[in-house]
């Protein structure tokens, strides 16, 4: 059925045209396709009007893509979304934002495994960072690196206290297998360089002006140090057990049917193999396709190989000093930049929206992604 009669004029044309199923009130219900005004085209299943189920809703202004569940005509549940830059979301949405469990792949490389809340990164969660061969390891709040977490390299890791995306408290450095040394980091205000020229009025943000700076109080070596260790990485494997490594496939509409079992085969006369009554195989026997099953569960558990990319951290690193003052440089450095294209929009299909007169909407004019 299609929302536009024969002869109507394109530019009076507000809503769009659909073609698909309806309900016996007029309303999209059921599988349809949907050509927007403004170019959009989401396929898909629509409820009492609005987008409900499974679609695939592509945007004309800037190419974005999602494809994915939806719920009332927004998306939630799990989904893919693929922004203008290339970056790209496979997780959880709930009421049109990014909320659960997903993984953010972002232009530059880096990649953000872990939780969400309201398009933010918060909760616990993992990122890898390939250009300065390290990734953090612990909590997020406000889309920053907040509470306790590590920051890991190939040879070495800092552990400890992290407040609005910088290390701030106790903490610690871990190198190799034996020794630990022990500190506290200090946030303090940058002095202004008054041989700096004076930055131009158009730029967007100030310059950095807090640090963080180390002071080492002790060093461990031995067993305590061992002891301190072997603790650390329990805790590094907790959190990395508490986020999904591998991305949010979507599950198939309908799952495949499980294959028809094996006709049984009727033991021959006289031969003494029947089982026992009631159908069960006495103790000590056994079927050769049971064996042959479980020798192939037993060779592909032996043959399955971890997840290389969940403990890849990269390779050379900055050498660290074992006294008082500034911290390596991948401490202080700035997550956001050149984490996103901030000119990269998001379209809404929520708040912004327009009535398209029989229930569908079409999305606003977008926003940035955090």
């Given at each position: 059925?299609?929302?536009?009669s024969?002869?109507?004029e394109?530019?009076?044309?507000?809503?769009?045209t659909?073609?698909?199923?309806?309900n016996?009130?007029?309303?999209r219900?059921?599988?349809?396709?949907?050509?927007?005004p403004?170019?959009?085209?989401?396929r898909g299943?629509?409820?009492?009007g609005?987008?409900?189920?499974r679609?695939?809703?592509?945007?004309?202004?800037?190419?974005?893509?999602?494809?994915?569940?939806w719920q009332?005509?927004?998306?939630?549940?799990?989904?893919v979304?693929v922004?203008?830059?290339g970056?790209?979301?496979e997780?959880?949405w709930e009421d049109?934002?990014?909320?659960g469990q997903?993984?953010?792949y972002?232009?530059?490389?880096?990649?953000?495994?872990?939780?969400w809340h309201?398009?933010?990164?918060?909760?616990?969660?993992i990122c890898f960072?390939?250009?300065?061969?390290?990734k953090?390891?612990?909590?997020?709040?406000n889309?920053?690196?907040?509470?306790?977490?590590?920051?890991?390299?190939q040879?070495?890791r800092?552990?400890?206290?992290w407040k609005d995306?910088?290390?701030?408290g106790p903490g610690c450095?871990?190198?190799?297998d034996s020794?630990?040394?022990?500190?506290?980091?200090?946030?303090?205000?940058?002095?202004?360089d008054?041989?700096?020229p004076?930055?131009s009025?158009?730029?967007?943000e100030?310059p950095?002006?807090?640090?963080?700076v180390?002071?080492?109080?002790r060093?461990?070596a031995?067993?305590?140090?061992?002891?301190?260790?072997?603790?650390?990485?329990l805790?590094?494997?907790r959190?990395?057990s508490?986020?999904s490594?591998g991305?949010?496939v979507?599950?198939?509409e309908k799952?495949?049917?499980?294959?028809?079992?094996?006709p049984?085969?009727?033991p021959?006369?006289?031969?003494g193999?029947a089982?026992?009554?009631?159908g069960?195989?006495?103790?000590?026997?056994?079927?050769a396709?049971g064996?042959e099953?479980?020798?192939?569960?037993?060779?592909?558990?032996?043959g399955?190989?971890p997840?290389?990319?969940a403990?890849?951290?990269g390779?050379?690193e900055?050498?660290?000093e074992a006294?008082?003052?500034?911290?390596?440089?991948?401490?202080?450095?700035?997550l956001?930049?050149?984490e996103?294209d901030?000119t990269?929009?998001?379209?809404?299909?929520?708040?912004?929206?327009?009535?398209?007169g029989d229930?569908?909407t079409?999305p606003?004019?977008?926003e940035?992604?955090?």
């Amino acid at each position: 059925m299609s929302d536009s009669s024969e002869g109507e004029e394109e530019e009076q044309n507000t809503i769009g045209t659909y073609e698909g199923e309806r309900n016996e009130a007029k309303q999209r219900h059921g599988y349809g396709v949907a050509h927007l005004p403004n170019g959009d085209i989401y396929r898909g299943f629509y409820r009492e009007g609005k987008r409900h189920g499974r679609g695939h809703y592509r945007f004309k202004k800037n190419g974005s893509r999602y494809t994915g569940e939806w719920q009332d005509g927004k998306k939630h549940g799990r989904g893919v979304f693929v922004y203008p830059d290339g970056t790209k979301y496979e997780g959880y949405w709930e009421d049109d934002m990014r909320t659960g469990q997903g993984t953010y792949y972002f232009a530059n490389g880096n990649k953000y495994v872990g939780e969400w809340h309201d398009d933010m990164r918060q909760g616990i969660g993992i990122c890898f960072y390939p250009a300065l061969n390290c990734k953090y390891v612990g909590e997020w709040e406000n889309d920053r690196r907040h509470g306790k977490g590590a920051l890991v390299h190939q040879d070495h890791r800092y552990e400890g206290q992290w407040k609005d995306d910088l290390p701030d408290g106790p903490g610690c450095y871990v190198f190799g297998d034996s020794l630990v040394q022990e500190g506290v980091y200090t946030v303090r205000q940058q002095p202004v360089d008054e041989d700096e020229p004076p930055r131009s009025t158009e730029d967007e943000e100030p310059p950095a002006t807090l640090v963080p700076v180390w002071r080492a109080d002790r060093v461990l070596a031995g067993d305590a140090a061992i002891n301190r260790i072997q603790h650390s990485l329990l805790e590094l494997e907790r959190v990395a057990s508490h986020v999904s490594i591998g991305s949010a496939v979507l599950p198939p509409e309908k799952p495949p049917p499980p294959p028809p079992p094996p006709p049984a085969e009727s033991p021959a006369e006289g031969s003494g193999d029947a089982p026992p009554e009631g159908g069960q195989v006495a103790d000590g026997e056994g079927t050769a396709a049971g064996e042959e099953a479980a020798g192939a569960t037993e060779g592909a558990e032996e043959g399955a190989e971890p997840d290389p990319e969940a403990d890849q951290v990269g390779g050379d690193e900055t050498e660290l000093e074992a006294a008082d003052g500034e911290p390596p440089q991948d401490l202080t450095m700035e997550l956001r930049d050149g984490e996103r294209d901030e000119t990269a929009e998001e379209p809404e299909t929520g708040e912004g929206e327009q009535e398209t007169g029989d229930g569908d909407t079409e999305p606003g004019d977008g926003e940035q992604p955090e």
